[in-house]
């Protein structure tokens, strides 16, 4: 846990691979996740690497999976994760698994091709004994069977053009939503000189496409003539239609739908046979794809690694660069010989100098990763910079329990986060894919403080579900109060509100042991003595939790060498704050101490006092409340005053005098301590507020003085001094959300208590009645309490919260402008 407070060391290491042990020492490195390797062939394009084509080979595959993974889910199949870790493969496994790979996906083509094709084979006979099963019978052979018809003239013509016209028939299937078209058209097309049948298939078939069960229409088209029949099957082409052969008399039809029937079995026998075998494939498939899966990206990740090393001069070795924690040191060093012992030459590793900024390591656990979370939201901190997050494990949730104090509700949160945290081991709860419920899951922890700390701050404010407790006896004595004061009962018939005087003997007994006392939840007054004293807490807070960040800037002065800065900036700004609001704070705390009972009507006014100070004036109707409070208050504005110049001009004019010295003494009188300050200096110089005008002014640059430019580092200075003078003054009036918030949610729990179960609560003295109609209305008051009062309003100051570390206390010392160390691993191929 030592890392929490700072980041770890990591230094620059340059690896030597031999070329016959580089591919399994990087994925030993893969496997441990200690080194962020950087790209030495940033200049070559990523087509002239070394292993582009090992590279593209694992792409090919990769698609290749893709198709057997699709394939797995068309048919309703799952793939299992791997059990156990699975190193990357050796080089010589990839033509293995590309040979199997190509193999399997050529037998999911060819199974799936047969498939699909006896399918559409298989759908053609059914429609086709669907037609000539369905019950169309010729409208013309029926009637010379019958008899003479009204249409058939009485008196045929001897001889003529139409004595050798016979019925043709056209029989198939259509879509139903195409079935009117196709008969409106046919019937203008071919001007009435047909009789057509249409209807309903009596089940529906499968379509051997989408597999969807889907109806058909059959027609019957009985037509003259061989040009009409030519447009009839035009027509039906144009429509898609499925036309089938249809026998004239009643036994060819019979003999053609026993056929048909018998070769649809056949090709359902076949059809099963090879579904059966598809089932084969696609086993193997899933007992092999998830193992390659993952070794193929593995193998991946490494030849990408791989490509970013550049090759000896006698191409032996390959040399390699990254960023890894000083304590892994070791077992990297152990881990690159174990992987090389084979090839007869050991791999080398060792630390060079760099005066890059290293990136920032700090190592978490599940209980503080939700923390550090919060601080990396806003900017992951600069290398070996005060970490943030071990405070914010305290502070933000008990900031949160300010706004949100409340046992009820504190309790109600810290019971759903002890929930997830004793059932976070189990699977279920670890795979969920609910994007809400990770979200909550992941900052289980800080929900668990959260609740707490809010259970905490609502015994102090005296609150569950809005309602006062008295765990205590009270510290006013109403009896007292009636016995030795003259309330007759003309008197109170008179006053309907009572007020109770501590200055009677006996009434006032002494202050509440924890919290404030729950007589005042019946008093008139309540909201104005809450308004007072949670506007006076949350100032009390801010200053307090501003004056913490500064400092905590200490410590990264003093851990970075520029001690100069603790008495040209540090100094100023502690005097600036305190001076002007830590004397706020401590005039509230004095009166806090003081006894006005007996003389409230002339309680000195701090806001008055405060103004006064600014204006160098006094009230005469304001007591003050301590002697010599004026001659105090003006000292203090004029030595804040005094701090501005100081903050404004201290560190650019030293930093000019130290450039001038160093100049003057030439590179050869600069001391080694020189050095290394100048280094730390250069390597965070915008911890404090500063640009690279500062960085290039703090040391000299590959032995030649760099340029100092007066002017830019001034105008940097001054917007430091500028944003800390007025955020001083800002950022103590934004602290006062601490105080809206508590109200707001105070005053929401009274309307929601008052509207609600107050209301059920008097609906009725019987027993029964009260029972029956307060079920439903407590289940109104749980889903209200739940969704505005928790979610809601939980919501809301979580986010004021976050508002206050980001942007009140961090910009106080922690600029947020590095980045994390990102080691390559194998974390994310194997998840």
Partial sequence: MGSMFRSEEVVLVQLFLPTSAAYTCVSQLGELGLVEFRDLNASVSAFQRRFVGDVRRCEELEKTFLFLQEEVRRAGQVLSRPEGRLPAPPPRDLLRIQEETDRLAQELRDVRGNQQSLQVQLHQLRLHAAVLGQGHSPPLAATHADGPSERIPLLQPPRGPHQDLRVNFVAGAVEPSKAAALERLLWRACRGFLIASFRDTEQQLEDPVTGEPSTWMTFLISYWGEQIGQKIRKITDCFHCHIFPYAEHEEGRLGALQQVQQQSHE??????????????????????????????????????????????????????????????????????????????????????????????????????????????????????????????????????????????????????????????????????????????????????????????????????????????????????????????????????????????????????????????????????????????????????????????????????????????????????????????????????????????????????????????????????????????????????????????????????????????????????????????????????????????????????????????????????????????????????RLWALSLAHAQLSEVLWAMVMRSGLGLGRKLGVAAVALVPIFAAFAVLTVAILLVMEGLSAFLHALRLHWVEFQNKFYSGTGYKLSPFTFASEEG
């Fill in 267 to 736: 090709l359902q026998e076949v059809l099963g046979e090879t579904e059966r075998f598809l089932s084969q494939v696609l086993a193997r498939v899933q007992q092999l794809l998830p193992p390659w899966q993952v070794q193929i990206r593995k193998m991946k990740a490494v030849y990408l690694a791989l490509n970013q090393c550049s090759v000896s001069a006698t191409h032996k070795c390959l040399i390699a660069e990254g960023w890894c924690a000083a304590r892994d040191l070791p077992t990297l060093q152990q881990a690159l010989q174990d992987s090389s012992s084979e090839a007869g030459v050991s791999a080398v590793v060792h630390r060079i100098p760099c005066r890059d900024m290293p990136p920032t390591l700090i190592r978490t656990n599940c209980f503080t990763a939700s923390f550090q979370g919060i601080v990396d939201a806003y900017g992951v901190g600069r290398y070996q910079e005060v970490n943030p997050a071990p405070y914010t494990i305290i502070t933000f949730p008990f900031l949160f329990a300010v706004m949100f104090g409340d046992v009820g509700h504190g309790l109600l949160m810290f019971l759903f986060a002890l929930a997830m945290v004793l059932t976070e081991n189990r699977p279920a709860v670890k795979s969920a894919q609910n994007e809400i419920w990770q979200t909550f899951f992941s900052g289980r922890y800080l929900l668990l403080l959260m609740g707490l700390f809010s259970v905490y701050t609502g015994f102090i404010y005296n609150e569950c579900f809005s309602r006062a407790t008295a765990i205590f006896s009270s510290g006013w004595s109403v009896a007292a109060m009636a016995t030795q004061s003259d309330w007759s009962d003309a008197f109170l018939a008179q006053h309907p509100l009572l007020a109770l005087d501590p200055n009677v003997s006996g009434v006032f007994l002494g202050p509440y042991p924890f919290g404030i006392d729950p007589i005042w939840s019946l008093a008139v007054n309540h909201l104005s003595f809450l308004n007072s004293f949670k506007m006076k807490m949350s100032v009390i807070l801010g200053v307090t939790h501003m004056t913490f960040g500064v400092v905590l800037g200490v410590f990264n002065h003093v851990h970075f060498g520029r001690r100069h800065r603790l008495l040209l900036e540090t100094l100023p700004e502690l005097v600036f704050l305190l001076g002007l609001f830590g004397y706020l704070v401590f005039l509230v705390v004095y009166k806090w101490l003081q006894d006005y009972a007996s003389r409230a009507a002339s309680a000195p006014s701090i806001l008055i006092h405060f103004i006064n100070m600014f204006l160098f004036s006094h009230s005469p109707t304001n007591q003050p409340l301590f002697h010599g409070q004026e001659a105090v208050q003006s000292a203090l504005v004029i030595l804040a005053l005094v701090m501005v110049p100081v903050l404004l001009l201290g560190t650019p004019l030293f930093l000019h005098w130290r450039h001038r010295s160093r100049s003057q003494r030439g590179p050869a009188g600069r001391q080694p301590d020189e050095d290394k300050s100048g280094i730390l200096d250069s390597s965070d110089a915008s911890v404090a507020g500063w640009g690279p005008d500062e960085e290039k002014a703090g040391c000299p640059e590959d032995g030649e003085e760099a340029e100092f430019v007066l002017s830019e580092v001034l105008m940097h200075q001054a917007i430091h001094t500028i944003e800390f003078c007025l955020g001083c003054i800002s950022n103590t009036a934004s602290y006062l």
